[in-house]
């Protein structure tokens, strides 16, 4: 079936560090990948996407590439900010229509 | 913007009581959902709805059931709550074809306690 896995987290870093949240997915077919970002107290926000292979989703310095071959959907951000603490979420769209969510990973960034 | 509006941000009810969370989109979006959030297991989808008096089950709707009877409003029903209902609750509504590539959009969420 349709599944994704994401690192465990929290990921702690400093400010201006390199960020990569992993993220692999299992699916049928060709799904759309999303990532998106819940900050404290907030719901779900739509963070960036691709929709077919070699695509790059990108936004607010975040990146992701669609790997076909490797299944996945790595989240990166060449300098992270206080403000990017939060909670990212990898997810599919299946070819149900139906959105899966990995587990989620909880991003601290320090001053 | 699309702006989905959750009723309470926080509500406690008692086991056995029927629980109302309601939920209403502003942009005249077929599809809606309701989700629960649970610590390290993500969201997982309870009902779906993708057009007026049309429901669909997730996967994990026993004990939940909804109404949509305007396509605006989304209403999830725990019909005698549970101490394992405790939950954040999460509704979503997404525009045009329910396969489409149209990101969902999240209201902020309901915490409830099941006491």
């Known amino acids: 079936g349709n599944s994704v896995t994401q690192m465990e987290g929290p990921v702690t870093l400093s400010e201006e560090a390199f960020l990569t949240i992993n993220c692999t997915y299992t699916?049928?077919?060709?799904?759309?990948l999303f990532w998106y970002v819940q900050y404290p107290g907030e719901g779900l926000q739509l963070l960036l996407k691709?929709?077919?292979?070699?695509d790059k989703g990108s936004n607010k310095g975040f990146e992701a590439t669609y790997r076909k071959e490797t299944t996945s959907f790595h989240l990166e951000k060449g300098s992270v900010q206080v403000s990017d603490s939060a909670v990212y979420f990898c997810?599919?769209?299946?070819?149900?229509?139906?959105?899966?969510f990995g587990q989620g990973t909880t991003l601290q960034v320090k001053p | 913007d699309v702006k989905v509006t959750q009723s309470s941000r926080y509500l406690v009810k008692r086991t056995g009581e029927k629980v109302f969370l309601e939920c209403v989109q502003d942009?005249?979006?077929?599809?809606m959902f309701w989700y629960r959030q649970d610590p390290g297991l993500g969201l997982r989808l309870i009902y779906f709805s993708y057009d007026v008096k049309m429901k669909e089950k997730g996967d994990i709707p026993e004990g939940y059931s909804v109404s949509r009877e305007k396509k605006e409003r989304f209403s999830l029903i725990l019909e005698s709550a549970s101490t394992n209902q405790t939950s954040m609750y999460l509704c979503a509504s997404m525009d045009r074809g329910f396969r489409s590539n149209q990101p969902q959009h999240f209201g902020d969420g309901t915490r409830l306690s099941i006491l």
């Open positions: 942009m005249d979006h077929e599809n």
């Open positions: 691709a929709t077919k292979a070699d």
């Open positions: 997810a599919l769209k299946s070819n149900t229509g139906k959105l899966i």
């Open positions: 699916a049928t077919g060709y799904p759309s």
